[in-house]
């Protein structure tokens, strides 16, 4: 595998579904070495999922090795501390509690390892009057404040197709246990990272909370629109529609130059971000009546001639065939032992020195088991044998 910033750490992840694998993704990304906790001959639910056909899990499972463990049984709660004895990271997301009841709290693994970073992701948090519940990612969503947003203003809320509340969790989970491993540099010592779906999702909303205590005022759903932003919005053409984006004042009198109306520019109705906003709808109809007389592509590259910011709408294929994704890589093709033209998105965010890589899909079930249980914890195969039949591994 190339090298990643993160090469020679290794992570334990006994999470399971989004919320903690994503977590290990993206960490696995860039370079760290993520062995993967699944029960043994069922492994982790995401290797069911996805539409169509079930492709998710190698995906969210590419650079992790897959090892199988019978959690809940106490031989394998013995493993697991043998295995948190040599990591960098342990990252889980079950329900708070459940470790503690195995006897893999982090009194239990701190004790094998003081160096270790415990990464919990949950719906709640691992404290509070609601830690103990199930939550799920559009659970913390709607707690969190972002669904009630989501939608048009005559409709009930509505989602944004991705399990955005998952994955904000275990992108903040991720960013805390880097924020931990630089402690660690500094003390020797690790701690636990607490990572809710619902603080997550509430870290996102912007001015929300002090509009309200300050100014008694409610985000209400806007569709395609943020009010008093404008113009910012979805355009009709010949041939479908655009999104433009021209609400800062520079780029507005770029905008009505472009429209043919630089005069509009000046106007002391439009030439402030309050005056645009107060007449928000007046200017989107303005602009529907301009952009129906052009295609797509003609408003797209006169939009990117006078420096307005502007975009299709964009699907899988039109992604695959955009010259600025070909250009930087962001989608690319890998391996996979069942499915030819298997294409995924790219490691994020690039780096200039150790850019990270996918060095495969998510591996099969168990797959790694003889390398980490014969060479990392230097069991014998008649050891593992016995664990196989006994459903430990």
Known sequence: MAQGALDGLRLIEMGQLIAGPFCGQLMGDHGAEVIKVEPPKVGDAMRNWGQGIPLWFSVVGRNKKSITLNLREKEGQAIVKQLAAKADFLLENFRPGTLERWNLGWDELSAVNQALIMIRVSGYGQTGPYSSRAGYGGIGEAMGGMRYIAGEPDRPPSRAGLSIGDSLAATYACLGALMALNHRHNTGKGQVVDSAIYESVLAMMESTIPEFTVANHIRERTGSILPKVAPSNVYPTKDGSVLVAGNQ????????????????????????????????????????????????????????????????????????????????EAIIEVPHPRHENFKMQNVAPKLSETPGHVDHVGPELGQHNEEVYGELLGMDTRTMSDLEERGII
């Open 249 to 328: 004042d520079s780029v507005w009198k770029r905008m009505a130059t472009m429209m043919g109306m630089p005069e509009l520019g000046d106007d002391p109705r439009y030439n402030s971000h309050m005056g645009r906003g107060e007449r928000q709808g007046e200017l989107d109809d303005l602009i529907s009546e301009w952009t129906k007389k052009h295609t797509s592509r003609e408003v797209l590259d006169l939009c990117e001639e006078h420096g307005v910011p502007a975009g299709n709408m964009y699907r899988a294929p039109e992604m695959l065939e955009d010259p600025h994704f070909a250009a930087r």
